[in-house]
């Protein structure tokens, strides 16, 4: 265990020892209970790399055939859903790419933010020297959030959402996918994805703001 | 963000990027009080904010998968040896 974490074992954690420990003990109902709880977020996590659904499944059975054969060899060093999560998304990595290298996530999320990406096309703002106003929107969006055109409810959108997303860069999906899918805690994705949580807030907002460009695209007309 | 010079009126074009930030509540108190500040006087932040604000809604939407009952028949035979 890291000797530099302090605090009391947070309540996950003596969960995760009293599950851990009924695992190794071949107790089905806990196994049961375990694929129960992470099934469905494990196919949504695996389809982010690989968008048929059978693959993705495929991910999913590899996966907790890795964690049945691995129990014993569990250290404990992080919760079980990381470590169970971190083996899907390396499963579902591999099965999703021609070549099967794996790069660590961390110098993918590097590589990723490296590039320059503002959320927003700077055009859209006044110049910086501009004598009024300087750095203000000049191109404002034209709608509210909550017209009826940005509607959530509305088939299309959700479809526009989809698309957008799936055409996001690797890491900015998985981020994405995590944060706002599964609604997982800053503190998980970057316990999964071993990044930093400042890299995980910019590829959050990328994603997000990426989508929202989209979306202003296709239902307010207005060029990226 | 870390710019306390800056004055309260703020720059979009900086402020946006710290749109995603706002919405999730990980700003620090005195940057949220600027961002509080300055989108009370402009409708472009607000209405950006507004638009950012709707993704994370929609993609939550998007939850449906589960998995099939032979799949996870299989697992359970895996896990007892059967």
Redesign the interface.
Known sequence: MNATRVDAVPVGRTQDDELLAALRAGDEQAFAGLVDRHAASMLRLAMVYTPSRAVAEEAVQETWLIVIRSLDAFEGRSTLKTWIFGILVNCARGRGVRERRTVPFASFAKSELAIDEPVVSRSRFRPDDAAFEPGHWASPPRRRGDSPEWSLASAETSALVRRAADRLPPMQRVVLVMRDLEEWTPDEVCATLEISLGHQAVLLHRARARIRTDLERELDDVPA | MSQPEEPVEG????L??A???YLDG?LPADERRLMDTHLGG???????????????????????????AD??A???R???GT
């Not at chain 2, 720059?11 to 900086?14: T, Y």
Request: proline share 4%; glycine share 4%.
């Open positions: 720059e979009c074009v900086v946006v990027e749109m995603s930030a990980s402009c409708t472009g932040c607000r209405d950006f904010l507004g638009q950012l604000s709707a993704v994370p809604v929609a993609v939550a939407a998007a939850r449906v998968q589960e998995l099939p799949v996870r299989t697992l359970l895996a896990f007892t």
